[in-house]
């Protein structure tokens, strides 16, 4: 019998950084209701809510800055686990490089020289959620952790630091870390809600509204689409095993989907009078191809995504029209006015009456 490779972890006090947003919430989901452990999350609800986790009564939130290590010290020295996902966007740090510096790069540090200098006891492992962004426009498809970075923007650079810092408190200090690159993490939670939802969020929204689905340039570049439950199974199992500890892992499916494919699947599979226009290309749309290999983590850890993008997709959508459903049902409707007066065999005088 395969032993199992979460025994370390299962009923762990994990602590999870930025764990409100969504990929975090859907984290706190697998680690709570199928490892059995205990998790705080500590959020600044920048761009995310409590809502998040309100499915999870077991998750204690904690609201602060990850900046600000009055908070976060004593939040580590109670945690042997520790999964660092807290980070400024893609589309705001352009616009704020220092803030962008300062939570994604600077709190790492922060972090992990706390880890150095106070040596909480029983600490466990340091996770730090990267990107695939640090490898710009790859020398070749699918990408594999060899590549060299490619640095395109100020997110990539900060990313990329916090990798180092990473690694460098494994190497110099002994303190037990890995890294994850994340590729286009999508999946059911993924709401337009926060403004900086990812474009399948952003098509799914548009297509069951029956509008437009706007596609930045010719449509042709590439993206490897994650599904949500392999991203997140895969960080959990970087965390539990002990073979990960001082290396960096890819989380992706190694396939790549234009974004045209991707619009017409949603398009195809909502139905109705939704269609795709194309806009100017964005300056933060520099990267032509992407897609990372997941060979390392499958040979070393045993991990690889199982889910394939349509399958995702229409999985997404489920859920879509469940919440649609529920948030239908959940909402108070007024009473109709009175009805008016009618003849007829069986007919009378009547009101309305609220519709369920």
């Known amino acids: 019998m395969t032993s199992d490779p979460y025994t370390e972890l ?3 006090r994990v602590l999870v950084t930025g764990g409100l947003g969504f990929i975090g ?11 059995g452990c205990r998790v705080t999350v500590l ?3 920048s761009n995310a809510s409590r809502a998040a986790v309100s499915h999870l009564p077991e998750v204690e939130v904690v609201v602060g800055d990850v900046r600000d ?12 686990w520790i999964i660092h996902l807290a980070c400024r966007t893609i589309l705001t740090c352009a616009a704020d490089p220092e803030g962008d510096l300062s939570v994604n790069a600077q709190s790492t540090l922060r972090i992990l020289e706390s880890l150095r200098r106070n040596r909480p006891a029983g600490l466990r492992r340091f996770v730090y959620a990267s990107s695939t962004s640090i490898y710009g426009n790859c020398r070749h498809l699918p990408t594999d952790e060899l590549d060299p970075p490619n640095i395109l923007n100020h997110y990539a650079a900060t990313k990329l630091l916090g990798e180092h810092y990473t690694m460098l408190y494994y190497m110099a200090y002994g303190v037990p870390t890995a890294c994850v690159r994340y590729s286009n993490v999508y999946g059911p939670g993924q709401t337009t809600r926060n403004p900086y939802c990812g474009v399948i969020g952003k098509f799914f929204d548009a297509a069951g509204e029956g509008g437009v689905l706007t596609v930045h340039g010719d449509g042709e570049q590439t993206r490897d689409y994650t599904f949500v439950d392999d991203a997140v199974e895969g960080t959990a199992l970087v965390v539990a095993a002990p073979q990960a500890v001082g290396d960096v892992f890819n989380i992706g499916t190694g396939v790549e989907t234009s974004v045209n494919v991707l619009a017409q699947e949603i398009v195809t599979l909502i139905g109705g009078p939704s269609r795709i226009e194309h806009l100017d290309r964005r300056d933060i749309d520099n990267i032509r191809r992407r897609a990372l290999s997941p060979e390392k983590i499958r040979v070393r850890l045993g991990w690889q995504p199982r889910v394939r993008l349509r399958e995702g997709l229409r999985a997404t959508a ?8 529920r948030a239908h049902i959940a909402a108070p409707t007024a009473p109709t006015a009175p009805g008016p007066l009618a003849t007829g ?3 009378g005088v009547g009101r309305g009456r609220p519709t369920s």
Do not use: I, Y
């Not at 919430?25 to 490892?35: I, M, S």
């Not at 489920?318 to 459903?325: D, L, P």
């Open 43 to 45: 959020d600044d609800l």
């Open 10 to 12: 299962r009923g762990g």
């Open 318 to 325: 489920a859920a879509q029209r469940a919440a649609s459903e």
């Open 25 to 35: 919430a859907n984290l706190c989901g697998f680690l709570v209701r199928t490892l």
């Open 345 to 347: 065999a069986g007919v």
């Open 69 to 80: 290590m009055t908070v976060v010290e004593p939040l580590l020295a109670r945690h042997p």
